[in-house]
């Protein structure tokens, strides 16, 4: 097996020099997120080494409650992490956001652990936790895009919608444009994603597992099931949010509820 290189405190902090040079483009740039690098980079720290504690202990333990436990405090967090970003609190976005989310997020999991993988039980936290967790992590920011361009289009193009439906038209008519180019705007990064792989970048977790000693030919099998659940878990979890969230954009009688008139 490769000998993988230690890297020691000291050069842990010397990496702090990227997040330095980030903060003096912030102040320099007047962008006004230094708060947010900062907060970034204290959580990056914290749960990142909170997370590796907590998984030696799953697999000592190896309980199909922890492990689904783990999936979904993963799940809620990045709700919350989404929901809050869309900056919309009178449509109570966090509830269809979670929903959409653990459905698809786990669908994809257990296909991909307990089918494509064949991981034996499918909860194995060694193969569950990883894989599920990078379903989570991109998937989110695909939601997260889908949704702001679901707002963000429905904001601009209120009259238009308010006349389809004085039209007699059904709220998903009136929308169905709005469906189509949000749910493709959630799909598009991980589709480049798939079109630069190899070329344009090489991925993380194919080389993680060579540098630890893995045969390359199945690391790359491993790195292309990834890029292939990616597009499956940004497709299914896009639609269903963007699902969810449409419906709450509308009244009983039709009547386009946000955003709110003079808001």
Same mark, same amino acid.
């Given at each position: 097996?490769?000998?993988?290189?230690?890297?020691?405190?000291?050069?842990?902090?010397?990496?702090? !020099?990227?997040?330095?040079?980030?903060?003096?483009? @912030?102040?320099?740039?007047?962008?006004?997120?230094?708060?947010?690098?900062?907060?970034g980079?204290v959580?990056?720290?914290?749960?990142? $080494?909170?997370?590796?504690? #907590?998984?030696?202990?799953?697999?000592?333990?190896?309980?199909?409650?922890?492990?689904?436990?783990?999936?979904?405090?993963?799940?809620?967090?990045?709700?919350?992490?989404? @929901?809050?970003? &869309?900056? #919309?609190?009178?449509l109570?976005?966090?509830?269809?956001?979670?929903?959409?989310?653990?459905?698809?997020?786990?669908?994809?999991?257990?296909?991909?652990?307990?089918?494509?993988?064949?991981?034996?039980?499918?909860?194995?936290?060694? $193969?569950?936790?990883?894989?599920?967790?990078?379903? !989570?992590?991109n998937s989110?920011?695909a939601?997260?895009?889908? &949704?702001?361009?679901?707002?963000?289009?429905?904001?601009?193009r209120?009259?238009?919608?308010?006349?389809w439906?004085? &039209?007699?038209?059904?709220?998903?008519?009136?929308?169905?444009?709005?469906? =189509?180019?949000?749910?493709?705007?959630?799909?598009?990064?991980?589709?480049?994603a798939?079109?630069? !792989? %190899?070329?344009?970048?090489?991925?993380?977790?194919m @080389?993680?597992?060579?540098?630890?000693?893995?045969?390359?030919?199945? =690391?790359?099998?491993?790195?292309?099931?990834?890029?292939?659940?990616? !597009?499956? @878990?940004t497709?299914?979890?896009?639609?269903? %949010?963007?699902?969810?969230i449409?419906?709450?954009?509308?009244?009983?009688?039709?009547?386009?509820?946000?955003?709110?008139?003079? =808001?």
């Amino acid at each position: 097996m490769a000998s993988v290189p230690v890297i020691a405190p000291w050069q842990l902090g010397v990496a702090l !020099v990227f997040i330095a040079g980030a903060g003096a483009a @912030s102040v320099w740039l007047k962008l006004g997120l230094g708060k947010q690098l900062l907060v970034g980079v204290v959580r990056t720290f914290l749960q990142l $080494f909170l997370l590796g504690y #907590a998984l030696v202990y799953i697999f000592r333990v190896n309980s199909p409650w922890l492990v689904v436990g783990g999936f979904l405090v993963m799940v809620v967090f990045a709700a919350r992490i989404v @929901s809050g970003r &869309l900056n #919309a609190p009178q449509l109570r976005v966090f509830n269809p956001i979670f929903l959409s989310m653990l459905l698809s997020y786990g669908v994809i999991s257990y296909l991909v652990v307990g089918v494509v993988v064949g991981a034996q039980p499918w909860w194995n936290p060694k $193969f569950f936790l990883p894989l599920a967790g990078m379903v !989570v992590g991109n998937s989110m920011n695909a939601i997260a895009l889908a &949704l702001e361009r679901l707002l963000g289009e429905v904001e601009n193009r209120r009259a238009e919608i308010e006349c389809w439906l004085m &039209l007699g038209a059904e709220p998903t008519e009136a929308t169905a444009s709005i469906f =189509a180019a949000s749910v493709r705007a959630g799909m598009i990064p991980s589709i480049n994603a798939m079109m630069g !792989v %190899g070329v344009v970048f090489i991925p993380g977790m194919m @080389s993680g597992q060579i540098l630890a000693g893995v045969d390359p030919t199945l =690391a790359i099998r491993y790195q292309i099931v990834v890029m292939l659940m990616l !597009v499956g @878990s940004t497709t299914l979890g896009s639609t269903m %949010g963007v699902w969810l969230i449409r419906r709450r954009l509308f009244g009983p009688g039709w009547q386009l509820l946000w955003p709110r008139e003079g =808001a």
